[in-house]
């Protein structure tokens, strides 16, 4: 049984950082494209990150380039996304998915004074 548990949301300040995980299980994770897709209040799905299932290739949201990071540990099955100078434009449910077909039940980021 395929399971994605995020975890690391919380309440935080303009400019300041979290660090998002996944944890995965019940499939090869190693060898599955992951990738983290957010949702802001009142609004429709937004795609963020993606990795290849090594590591080696990344992909981002423009909106997020430069200020998210997206990596893996495939020896802890988790997926991750470090996230610097937090706007309140980030604001929403992060979740994880696996290649858009698994999905965890997603971990609420505030970004708010």
């Known amino acids: 049984q395929v399971q994605l548990v995020e975890s690391g949301g919380a309440l935080v300040r303009p400019g300041g950082s979290l660090r998002l995980s996944c944890a995965a299980s019940g499939f090869n994770f190693s060898n599955t494209y992951m990738h983290w897709v957010r949702q802001a209040p009142g609004k429709g799905l937004e795609w963020v990150s993606s990795?290849?299932?090594?590591?080696?290739?990344?992909f981002y949201n423009d909106s997020v380039k430069d200020r998210f990071t997206v990596s893996r540990d495939n020896s802890k099955s988790t997926l991750y996304l470090q996230m610097i100078s937090l706007k309140s434009d980030d604001t929403a449910v992060y979740y994880c998915?696996?290649?858009?077909?698994?999905w965890g039940q997603g971990t609420h980021v505030t970004v708010s004074s």
């Open positions: 998915t696996a290649s858009f077909s698994s």
């Open positions: 990795i290849y299932g090594d590591g080696t290739t990344k």
